[in-house]
């Protein structure tokens, strides 16, 4: 045979380090053994914690998403609480009675999430942020206040959403998420109100839950809670520094790890040594590629769907409600109160994944009242709930089902009782919270959406006969730069109470602030009638306001707002 004729030889196959695997259609860029169950998360305890990746295996990097950047951080740079671990019960229901004209000394009464507040609390908010002299050196010699640098070192502004680099980095750490059970909670609003109830309920039966509230208010410390107690400065600075390492060790193959996925494996490696019993977690955007979603704790809630972060998510209902619908796995209990479009989504999802589905509609409202409001609850009958506002019958009524759920897989049994004295006592700072200010009622509110924005306006109307003052509401506002500032003044409008408000415009320490001229611009030319004035700072315009009022004060569009508000207000807030 010559050599024109001869058979082409076939190339020589290079050893296949991940033969045997194969590509899942539902977790882009992994590989699971051949004939492996879908699921990518093994169930706790299902796989050793050390149990390590065939060689070779690597993480396709999603596109480049960006997300909003996370709030700063009030208290960098301030000195521990040092009761920031005691096991003190939380704040008193219903609104909060202080005085503005200094702060607060001594121990505090109300221990859940409160710390003292340096004399620089009553300075103007642009001091809020803390100061740089002070900090707690923790084990690797970190501050917090340099931990937190190193945390926004990360890109704050350019954070890109896919799993890859926080399964890599969970990995290093040990897979700490492998032992821990509880609930992943997702939608576009409410989330924080079912953690929160969900929470409360499981703290009045005994449990020691872990808590991943979003965003904080003071301190980026709320972000990481056992036992409504955020977590002490010196942990967290030594946090960060032991997942700094890990972070650069998996950067060469899966990129480097962002601030958010760092601030995940943070929350996940604490929880774990914290020994907690149920961990109580908020997705931080959508559902599908959001680093919560490297765990899987056996429940997975999804509150409702809608509009928001388009961009990012898709421009639909039904494409919002797909990257949501994902954070259900196999064997997973799911509880949804969603509706239309959306929940046949997470119906289909549910489905596939073989999870059971509750679907929940929102509770009768029985009444309201200044401190919250009373519903009808399928097991529970009448039922307290110490939440304002008539769209916390939806949340409670998924949460009730949440902790259903929580039973039913034999993470967390409660009683009625319990559920009964959690729903009474819940409290979720600067979310229609309703503080007593030497005579005068500040309600703080976020509402930087037109959504938010309406919920906002319903309840000032529901809660005006119950408020003192016969006069007109005083708005204290301000909002970002990058938000439906129109959407969100016409919302508001809708409302009795603010047809005839006055308005206080400021701005506040943020790099997508609107300035206060250009707010108080949309204003005037939608709401003509009404008197609006400009403030330099959020201190100033809560000073004129309280100066002024003759009837409730309202602030609200910006939790920026609320959280300068609020640590200035409440001087034993957040630490």
Known sequence: MDAGSRPKRRP?????????????????????????????????????????????????????????????????????????????????????????????????????????????????????????????????????????????????????????????????????????????????????????????????????????????LVSYRERLQVAGRPIDAATFARLVADVLPAAERVAPRHGKPTEFELLTAMIFRWLGAEGIDVAVVEVGLGGRLDATHAWDGGVAAITNVDLDHMERLGPTVTAIAREKAAIIERGDLAVTGATGDALAVIRRRAGRMGAPLTIVEPAAILGLDRDGIEVELPRLGATRVGLRGRHQAANVAVADAVLDALGAAGIAATTADQRRAGYATVVWPGRLELIDVDGHEVLLDGAHNPAGAATLARAVDDLRPFLTGDGPVTLVTATMADKDVDGIITALLQSRAMRDARVVCTAVEAVRALPAEALAARWRALAPGLTVTVQRDASAALDAALATAVGPIVVAGSLYLVGAVRARLVPAASP
């Not at 590989?31 to 796989?47: D, T």
């Not at 909003?68 to 009030?74: I, K, T, V």
């Not at 920031?84 to 219903?94: C, F, K």
């Not at 680099?165 to 609003?189: C, F, S």
């Open 12 to 216: 020589r196959r290079l050893a296949n380090r991940t033969a045997g695997f194969r590509r899942r259609s539902d977790r882009p860029g992994h590989a699971v053994p051949a004939g492996h169950a879908s699921r990518s998360r093994p169930r706790p305890g299902a796989a050793a914690a050390g149990t390590a990746w065939p060689f070779g295996l690597r993480v396709a990097q999603p596109a480049a998403e960006r997300l909003p950047a996370l709030l700063h951080d009030r208290d960098a740079g301030r000195d521990p609480d040092p009761g920031a671990a005691s096991p003190e019960g939380p704040d008193p229901a219903g609104p909060q009675r202080v005085p503005l004209s200094a702060p607060r000394r001594g121990p505090s009464r109300a221990g859940l999430r409160q710390r003292r507040l340096p004399d620089a609390a009553l300075q103007p908010v642009r001091l809020l942020r803390g100061r740089a002299d002070a900090g707690v050196i923790a084990t690797r010699g970190l501050t917090y206040e340099e931990a937190l640098a190193a945390l926004a070192e990360r890109g704050r502004f350019g954070v890109r959403l896919g799993l890859g680099r926080i399964r890599a980095l969970l990995h290093e750490l040990g897979d700490p998420q492998l032992g821990l059970r509880g609930v992943l909670i997702a939608g576009t609003n409410g989330k924080g109100s079912v953690l929160a109830l969900v929470g409360s309920v499981l703290a009045a039966a005994g449990y020691r839950v872990g808590e991943t509230p979003k965003p904080h």
